[in-house]
């Protein structure tokens, strides 16, 4: 993921990526794209057996999606990282899922109020 262009707003890696550090490590997330968010969606439902989602817990069903998104989010991690889904320290992986929520929520509001990326002639806005 290089650059993407929305509009006339051309965004770069910076823009499109984070990175969380941890005591653990660094990871480096990104931003999920449409067919990302597809991916999560279809994952979780078969993460819960594509049972109703009302009979599932609350908190279980956040706990799939959490381990769904960073599944597909994650793009850089430590060597030790294997991958979310063998990760037992629960800590870690709800702190980097409400770490990648801030992190797209902001990257969403940024976006919508003009302050990220540049146009597609090169000006950066702040």
Same mark, same amino acid.
């Given at each position: 993921?290089?650059?993407?262009? +929305? %509009?006339?707003? *051309? *965004?770069?890696?910076?823009?499109?990526?984070? #990175?969380?550090?941890? !005591?653990?490590?660094?990871?480096?997330?990104?931003?999920?794209?449409?067919?990302? !968010? !597809?991916?999560?969606?279809?994952?979780?439902?078969?993460?819960?057996?594509?049972?109703?989602?009302?009979?599932?817990? +609350?908190?279980?069903?956040?706990?799939?999606?959490?381990?769904?998104?960073?599944?597909?989010?994650?793009?850089?991690?430590?060597?030790?990282?294997?991958? #979310?889904?063998?990760?037992?320290?629960?800590?870690?992986?709800?702190? *980097?899922?409400?770490?990648?929520?801030?992190?797209?929520?902001?990257?969403?509001?940024?976006?919508?109020?003009? !302050?990220? %990326?540049?146009?597609?002639?090169?000006?950066?806005?702040?």
């Amino acid at each position: 993921m290089e650059e993407v262009k +929305v %509009g006339e707003v *051309l *965004l770069s890696k910076e823009d499109l990526q984070k #990175v969380i550090k941890t !005591k653990r490590g660094n990871f480096v997330v990104k931003v999920a794209d449409p067919l990302d !968010k !597809k991916a999560i969606i279809r994952n979780t439902a078969a993460a819960t057996g594509n049972v109703p989602i009302d009979s599932i817990p +609350v908190i279980d069903y956040s706990y799939m999606s959490a381990i769904e998104t960073l599944k597909i989010v994650i793009v850089e991690s430590p060597d030790w990282f294997v991958g #979310v889904e063998s990760c037992i320290d629960d800590e870690l992986i709800m702190h *980097l899922y409400n770490e990648y929520v801030k992190f797209e929520t902001n990257f969403r509001r940024r976006l919508r109020e003009g !302050k990220i %990326g540049g146009s597609s002639g090169g000006n950066k806005s702040s």
